[in-house]
């Protein structure tokens, strides 16, 4: 993963194959504009100077916040890898960035492999929301729901939308984003399992073992 700086590459424009230069951002950090851009849907988004067309350089970035030890790394869809695969490039990446720190040291760190998602962790992490909570409560809501197919559509965390008595999860569908249910799940419900799950460090390891490592994601779960 290159450090942001000096990241100019020339690329050819996916619309008029025209060579041009772009400075694509690899690395966001907590309190930045280019985490605000992220949210924004903004980041990497170019224009062409040849036939002006805008477009979405889809590109592996990392999220960190440095202060509170996480860290977020997005592996590009582009890659078309294995989750398996994602996760040994991730082990070489976090391996790397943190060779020097000890264990207790070392950030919570976690894979996502869609922008959206990567969002999302971002803002649960803004939030102090456990993801692996989160992660269980999304299969709670596909296991209980007849109208909800997983196999089509994805939950969401709603940031927007939730407050401080009600965490609300949007469902979409995976071909067009259309946005089709909306699902409210009670905070203390969530607090209760936060508190059954992660109550010990016994426990708490016992559950992280249902996720795959640092992909923490409801598709686990529902293999």
Known sequence: MRNNGDSSQKLNCPSCKSEMLINPV???REN???LHALIKGNLNRFSCPSCHKD???DTPMVYRDDENQYVTYYHSSGTNETVSEALGFMDEIYGN???NLSEKEKPVCRLTLCRKDLIEKIKLHQKRLDDRIIEYIKYQLFHHSRD???TQMDLLFDFGSSDNETLVFLAFMQTSGDILYSLDFP???YTE???NFLGSRKLENEFSKLFRGY???VSTLLE
Request: aromatic content about 20%; cysteine-free; overall charge negative.
């Open 26 to 28: 690899f690395t966001i």
């Open 32 to 34: 930045t504009d280019e």
């Open 55 to 57: 477009f979405l350089y």
């Open 97 to 99: 960035m943190f060779a």
């Open 148 to 150: 909800l197919d997983p």
């Open 187 to 189: 905070v203390k419900e």
């Open 193 to 195: 399992l936060r508190k």
């Open 215 to 217: 992909y923490v994601h």
